[in-house]
C-alpha cells in the first residue's frame, strides 16, 4: 500500500521562504524518482521539480534558481525548498513517486498561498 504524505505547506508573504516534505511508504524509496508538482485552481497541473535515486535534478522553468529539491533516503523523504515565493506561486502542491517497477504514485497535496 502505497502512500505519500506531503506536509510544511501554509500561508507567506512574498519574498520569503518555504520548505515542503514528502514521506513515503509502500515503496522501495531509494530507487524511486520523486517529484513535485503544483495545480492551480482550474489550471493544468504544472511541473516543478524533480529529483532521481542518483539525485539528478530538473526544474520548471518558473522556479528555476528559486527552488530546489533534495531528497533523504534515510527517512524515505523529499524535499522542496521554495525561496523568493511569489504570489503566482500560490498552489496546491503535490507529491509523486515513480517506483522501480514504472508506476506512479500521487500524494493528497499540500496548500501554499502566497500573500500579503
Do not use: H
Request: hydrophobic share 30%; aromatic share 10%.
Amino acid at each position: 500500500q502505497v502512500r505519500l504524505v506531503e506536509s510544511g505547506g501554509g500561508l507567506v508573504q512574498p519574498g520569503r521562504s518555504l520548505r515542503l516534505a514528502c514521506t513515503a511508504s509502500g515503496i522501495t524509496f531509494r530507487t524511486s524518482t520523486m517529484a513535485w508538482y503544483r495545480q492551480a485552481p482550474g489550471l493544468q497541473r504544472e511541473f516543478v521539480a524533480s529529483i532521481t535515486s542518483s539525485n539528478s535534478r530538473k526544474y520548471g522553468d518558473s522556479v528555476q534558481g528559486r527552488f530546489g529539491i533534495s531528497r533523504d533516503d534515510e527517512r524515505n523523504t523529499v524535499y522542496l525548498q521554495m525561496r523568493t515565493l511569489k504570489p503566482e506561486d500560490t498552489a496546491v502542491y503535490l507529491c509523486k513517486a515513480d517506483d522501480w517497477l514504472g508506476e506512479n504514485y500521487w500524494g493528497q497535496g499540500t496548500q501554499v498561498t502566497v500573500s500579503e
